[in-house]
């Protein structure tokens, strides 16, 4: 194949078209984080034994016998064939690799019969490379020979535990949720080190867990049990401490997704149903006090559910500004013309089959992605492969560039006016990855994750400085409280942004506009500015004014209609899936734009729909949907492993998920659990036998994991080499003797709360993980610092903007508001 002169200077214009990626090994994140690379421009060469990438048979598969997720996976890459037969295998391979910019490393999840190469040798000859190692649970470590697979890697960091029916089983979500996480992770452990190579020329070494890539899913769940007591246990499909009602319930046509948080939206949603004796209960106000009669509430909303269709609840929900979402299925979503416009589903060929899938979620405006494109079939290569302009290798190393102190990120300024989880996860990866992160808030509106409670006793006792979320979510930033709704307050923050590389926020899409801080002023302060709005449905949608959090983005984002069994309801997987999913993505969106920042000086907009994000993780069934036209729900059952599942033990509420990734697995499996003939009989040697006796197989488990401790059985697993995890609750990370060798969560001491546990993020350059410089800030607590150093303001100055309300550091109460109003 050919590619003209237009197409090549298109191709340049993407914003990491200067880059070349190999892709080595067989793993579900390397092969994502490669894809993202491949999204903007790079030239992503996936390394193949002659059968091809193991991955290549995941299922589920197409009519035509193509894994769908292989396709999702890998599209837009080069595929080239290394056989380890061959003598000149690995100098070929070494070849390949001194010839990249990046090289993407997955052979510690899968070799996938990679030839033998000494990366560490190759640095040295050339230390511009820059490496990314991705393994399970990280080279070192109590689990770090465990063997492991999507599900049971979810189990132990705590994702699996809070989701079915109270009796059990938990209910796990297909595969590859860890994979996609993680492949996010490592393209922001490789992105970052793209832009600090820009300074110094110098490549970084990143090795990554799958398991601690996870925990960003499950650490707020970790840190509200650790603030209010162990009181999290699971309660039921579709419900979640600490909140109620936030699930899914069917309507009189489709499933509609609701969220009351406030006492403002609980009232709302009872005036819309019509019940008057709901709303106007004292003991129904907060969230958790209604968990404690579920039951009861239910059975008097669901019934007026029933009589309306959910487009029109939601139609009705959108005037009362209550967070509710119609529930669409797969089908829903390939006919959704706003999501297929956006590029959120994007055309995808697959052999001579023609699908859809989900396509980039970082809606970069001025460098945008791809939209869709071709899956390699073994050894082909893309047309566009060999295009490669602006080479940026082989330059100068700078004098000092291999300093382990100096963090990649260092340097980069931004100003963030997110609250709440998504956006301040997206600031704080920036902040602890080096960037110095201004946090602007207000102290008539300071972040709610500090707390909703503006009563005078909670706001004199200072309870907004001893919430441990807020504390997680914002270390290593600094704090400066601005009243941008007056002129002095706004003057000082566009000062401020004159300055900056980056701005994030996650408010609606009208706020920063209507304050005079819309991305058309923006741009003229900085030309260089990367701007992000990260709204839940994108700055032009149909649905820009509903109310969204991160449960309202797992329930509209068509996840829920994949997990479960075939007779279930659409079923969530997380209090707030969609948060943590959103901020990731919005990291990897500002490090696309920062680095065509730094080559072109051109800055841009990015209009990251949070919803999108989520659509990743129905990929595959999104491919089958569209060329087959129906797809298939497995419960905790997997549709290639067999056995795959989630079985008790002994103990209450004790349970360990299993699989048998490969056949010689299940031998050892059925071995271990007194089957010696069930492992001798060749007639169960492949998973679509032992499929016709599943039920038996499962129970024959579960006789045998009944008499042991989660734990025990763990281990006994796991020395035999078969993929088992213990079900954990996400407090139970604290005690993980895993995560306490690799020393993961790391002790810091802030005023109001003491000495106090943060996680690490789970990408490392060395043994250690990245040391957490500075604790959260309290309200302004950088107030004259960052006034005095940054934009150079008197002590005058500065104590007239407090004597005016301007800044502070106290949080005015509902009291004080309505006097200064």
Not at 95 to 114: H, K, N, P, Q, T
Not at 156 to 168: D, F, N, S
Not at 357 to 372: D, E, H, K
Request: glycine share 8%.
């Amino acid at each position: 194949m050919s590619i003209n002169k237009a197409e090549a200077m298109e191709r340049s214009r993407e914003a990491l078209s200067h880059l070349r990626v190999l892709e080595i090994g067989s793993s579900a994140a390397t092969s994502y984080c490669a894809r993202l690379f491949a999204d903007f421009g790079a030239a992503v060469w996936k390394v193949e034994p002659p059968p091809g990438d193991p991955l290549r048979s995941a299922a589920p598969l197409t009519p035509g016998g193509q894994s769908a997720w292989f396709a999702f996976l890998n599209f837009n890459k080069s595929s080239v064939i290394v056989d380890p037969a061959s003598a000149e295998a690995t100098t070929r391979l070494a070849c390949m690799i001194e010839d990249c910019d990046i090289l993407v490393d997955g052979r510690a999840v899968d070799s996938a019969d990679c030839p033998p190469i000494d990366v560490a040798a190759i640095r040295q000859e050339h230390p511009d490379l820059i490496y990314l190692d991705v393994s399970w649970f990280g080279r070192e470590g109590s689990y770090a020979t465990f063997a492991a697979a999507d599900a049971t890697v979810r189990a132990l960091a705590g994702l699996i535990k809070l989701v079915g029916p109270v009796e059990g089983p938990p209910l796990s979500a297909p595969d590859f949720q860890a994979g996609i996480l993680a492949g996010l992770w490592g393209f922001i452990a490789t992105a970052s080190s793209v832009i600090a190579r820009l300074g110094s020329g110098a490549g970084r070494s990143y090795s990554l867990s799958i398991f601690e890539a996870c925990i960003s899913l499950s650490e707020y769940q970790i840190f509200e049990a650790l603030d209010r007591g162990n009181v999290m246990r699971r309660i039921g499909i579709n419900r979640f401490w600490p909140n109620f009602p936030a699930g899914i319930y069917q309507t009189k046509n489709g499933w509609l997704g609701v969220t009351t948080i406030t006492p403002t939206q609980w009232r709302a949603f009872c005036d819309m149903l019509d019940l008057p004796h709901l709303r106007d209960d004292p003991a129904l106000m907060i969230g958790a006090d209604r968990l404690k009669h579920m039951e009861q509430i239910e059975r008097q909303f669901i019934p007026r559910l029933r009589s309306r269709t959910a487009q029109q609840w939601f139609a009705e929900g959108l005037k009362r500004k209550i967070p509710i979402a119609p529930v669409p299925g797969i089908s829903d979503l390939l006919e959704d013309s706003e999501k297929n416009e956006r590029g959120a589903i994007v055309p995808i060929l697959i052999g001579e089959e023609r699908g859809r899938t989900a396509g980039s979620m970082q809606r970069l405006t001025l460098t945008p992605p791809r939209r869709g494109g071709k899956v390699p079939s073994p050894g082909e290569r893309q047309a566009f492969a060999n295009i490669r302009t602006n080479i940026t290798r082989r330059g100068a190393v700078s004098p000092g560039c291999n300093d382990p102190t100096r963090q990649p990120l260092q340097g980069i300024r931004v100003i963030d006016f997110s609250m709440g989880w998504a956006g301040p996860l997206c600031t704080r990866t920036l902040a602890d990855l080096g960037a110095d992160v201004i946090k602007i808030e207000a102290i008539q509106y300071p972040d709610w994750w500090r707390g909703v409670d503006r009563r005078p006793d909670y706001v004199n006792r200072q309870m907004y400085e001893k919430t441990l979320r807020f504390c997680m979510m914002n270390r290593n930033k600094r704090s400066i409280t601005l009243d941008l709704t007056r002129p002095q307050g706004l003057a000082l923050a566009k000062r401020l942004i004159a300055g900056a590389d980056i701005v994030v926020d996650n408010y609606s899409v009208d706020v920063l506009p209507k304050l005079g801080l819309g991305y058309d002023v923006l741009r003229t302060l900085n030309s260089q500015l990367v701007v992000m709005s990260m709204s839940a449905f994108g700055t032009h949608s149909a649905r820009r004014d509903c109310r969204a959090y991160g449960s309202t983005l797992e329930q509209g984002s068509g996840v829920p209609s994949v997990i479960g069994g075939p007779k279930d309801p659409p079923v969530m997987s997380h209090i707030a899936f969609g948060d943590a999913v959103g901020g990731l993505n919005g990291c990897a969106a500002v490090l696309v734009a920062l680095i065509h920042a730094r080559k072109t000086g051109q800055g841009q907009f990015i209009d990251l729909a949070q919803i999108e994000c989520m659509v990743p993780f129905a990929a595959p069934w999104i491919i089958i949907q569209s060329i087959c036209g129906t797809s298939k729900r497995y419960g905790n059952r997997h549709p290639q492993f067999v056995p795959h599942g989630c079985f008790r033990c002994l103990g209450e509420d004790s349970w360990i998920t299993i699989a048998a990734t490969d056949d010689n697995m299940w031998q050892r499996l059925a071995t271990i659990i007194g089957r010696a003939d069930w492992a001798a009989d060749v007639s169960l040697s492949s998973a679509d036998a032992r499929r016709t006796i599943e039920n038996a197989i499962e129970s024959v488990i579960e006789a045998w994991t009944r008499t042991r401790d989660a734990d025990q059985a763990m281990h006994e697993l796991q020395a035999a080499r078969i993929a088992a995890g213990v079900v954990r609750l996400p407090i139970d990370l604290l005690e993980d003797r895993h995560l306490k060798s690799r020393e993961f969560f790391q002790e810091i001491d802030r005023a109001f709360i003491g000495l106090h546990p943060q996680p690490s993020i789970p990408i490392r350059e060395s043994a250690r993980a990245h040391p957490i410089r500075r604790a959260a800030p309290t309200l302004g607590e950088q107030n004259t610092e960052i006034l005095t150093e940054l934009l150079g303001l008197s002590e005058v100055e500065i104590a007239e903007l407090a004597n005016a309300g301007i800044i502070g550091t106290r949080m005015l109460s509902e009291v004080e508001l309505r006097q200064g109003s």
